[in-house]
């Protein structure tokens, strides 16, 4: 062989050598599809939080509420897998799916408001479901990639607690996410958690948007005055000292929970409450993060 033609076998082989593998073109097919679906939401926020029953769902619930109330068009995607809530928080269980031409159609909770959970495909939630870490991520990814979105001002995600595989898989899909808000409440127990999920958003490289103290102060129905049950403001002193920003206490209120059971976001039926301005306060930089 002349030293010509090896210089093209081995051009040709490492030619070969380049070509993606079938599936590595389908992870790019399906990562393409993916950037498509999602591009017209304009922010993609995650509300996190290091601990349990914080109130998250509560407060991501409430902000897509209270963002949608002011116009915006939003979403709300519930990627509990093990404890789906938004569909009971919002009166939605047991809404059926739709499917149209372009995907899996979100379910409406309003003109601007709409949602997507596992609660809505697993109907019977009475049956525990054993998820293990790639096929949560696959479900991630098809909440994404094939539910039809559309043009969305805000994507709002309620993580299950912790900062285990589905916030992970979340950040990792969307890429470009705008940040993480954390739910936390004042004991110091659960500060320690905040600590973790502030340590996870710098690991990963996503923004803190801001910290929400909730169950912040119980308002007495009776007197007016405010009885810190769980104590109050370390939520506030904990974001100073890791320089987050604070985005403001939510009261522990009684009429919340009713609420919650009643699938009735608060903020819309109790407008003028102490707790609804709460939650008026804490959106407002959210509703100025510039547009991509
Ligand atoms: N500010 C509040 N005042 C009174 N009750 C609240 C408040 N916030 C949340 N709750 C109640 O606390 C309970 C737990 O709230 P929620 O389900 O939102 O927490 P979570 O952090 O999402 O829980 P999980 O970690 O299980 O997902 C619910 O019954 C909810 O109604
Ligand atoms: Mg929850």
């Not at 109330?69 to 569909?87: C, F």
């Not at 890429?175 to 500060?191: C, M, N, W």
């Not at 002193?237 to 608060?266: C, N, Q, T, W, Y």
């Amino acid at each position: 062989m002349s030293k010509g033609s090896e210089h093209k076998a081995e051009e040709s082989c490492s030619t070969k050598r380049k070509l993606p593998s079938k599936e590595e073109v389908k992870e790019i097919r399906e990562k393409l599809a993916l950037q498509d679906n999602i591009s017209r939401i304009k922010h993609k926020i995650i509300v996190l939080s290091g601990k349990g029953g914080v109130g998250k769902s509560t407060v991501a619930t409430n902000i897509a509420a209270a963002l949608s109330l002011k116009g915006q068009k939003v979403g709300l995607m519930d990627i509990d897998i093990h404890g789906p809530s938004i569909p009971k928080m919002l009166g939605l269980e047991g809404s059926p799916l739709r499917g149209s031409e372009e995907g899996l159609l979100p379910v409406d909770y309003s003109d601007n408001l709409s949602v997507m959970s596992i609660g809505f495909i697993l109907q019977d939630q009475k049956n525990a479901v054993i998820w293990r870490g790639p096929l949560k991520h696959s479900l991630i990814r098809q909440f994404l990639k094939d539910v039809s979105w559309g043009e969305l001002d805000y994507l709002i995600i309620d993580s299950p607690p912790g900062t285990g595989d589905e916030p992970l898989s979340v950040i990792q899909l969307l890429e470009d996410a705008d940040g993480a808000v954390i739910v936390t409440t004042p004991q110091d127990i659960a500060l320690i958690d905040v600590r973790k999920a502030i340590t996870f958003c710098s690991h990963v490289n996503l923004t803190i948007l801001g910290i929400v103290e909730n169950m912040s102060g119980f308002i007495c129905p009776y007197c007016g005055k405010t009885v810190n049950i769980f104590k109050a403001g370390g939520g506030e002193k904990m974001a100073s000292e890791m320089g987050v920003p604070f985005l403001g206490r939510i009261p522990l209120e009684p009429r919340m929970v009713e609420a919650g059971d009643s699938g009735k976001p608060f903020l819309q039926y109790y407008p003028g409450s102490e707790t609804a301005k709460a939650f008026d306060l804490a959106i407002k930089p959210l509703l100025s993060l510039k547009d991509k």
